[in-house]
C-alpha cells in the first residue's frame, strides 16, 4: 500500500506559477508511474498525464502540454508537478496516484485546491 499527499496549492493570478507535491511513503515497486489529475467543479475528473518510475515516456495531455511539467526526486520520495502560465480554467483539485502495472490507479491521494483569478 501506497500513502500519497500532495500540497503546494493555494491562490494565484492568471500567468502565475505554482509548484505542487505529492508525498509517496511505502513501497512503490508495484507501481510504473505517478499520474496526475485534476477535477474542476461540476466536471468530470481530468487525466494530465504520468511520469513512468523506470521505464516509457512521459505523458501531457494537451491541455497542460507545454505549461506543466512533472519531476521527481527519488532520494525524497516526492514528485512534483510544476505549473506555469496559469489560467482560471486551471482551477481544481489537482490530485496525485499512483498507476500500477495493470494500468489501474490503485492509490490516490486527497488532493490539493489550485485556484487562479483572473
Known amino acids: 500500500q501506497v500513502q500519497l499527499v500532495e500540497s503546494g496549492g493555494g491562490l494565484v493570478q492568471a500567468g502565475g506559477s505554482l509548484t505542487l507535491s505529492c508525498a509517496a511513503s511505502?513501497?512503490?515497486?508495484?507501481?510504473?508511474?505517478m499520474a496526475w489529475f485534476r477535477q474542476a467543479p461540476g466536471l468530470q475528473r481530468e487525466f494530465l498525464g504520468a511520469?513512468?518510475?523506470?521505464?516509457?515516456?512521459?505523458y501531457y495531455s494537451d491541455s497542460i502540454k507545454g505549461r506543466f511539467t512533472f519531476s521527481r526526486d527519488k532520494a525524497k520520495h516526492m514528485d512534483y508537478l510544476q505549473m506555469n502560465s496559469l489560467k482560471p480554467e486551471d482551477t481544481a483539485v489537482y490530485y496525485c496516484?499512483?498507476?500500477?502495472?495493470?494500468?489501474?490507479?490503485?492509490?490516490w491521494g486527497r488532493g490539493t485546491q489550485v485556484t487562479v483569478s483572473s
Open positions: 511520469l513512468p518510475f523506470m521505464f516509457g515516456n512521459t
Open positions: 511505502g513501497d512503490t515497486s508495484g507501481s510504473q508511474a
Open positions: 496516484a499512483t498507476e500500477n502495472h495493470y494500468g489501474q490507479y490503485d492509490n
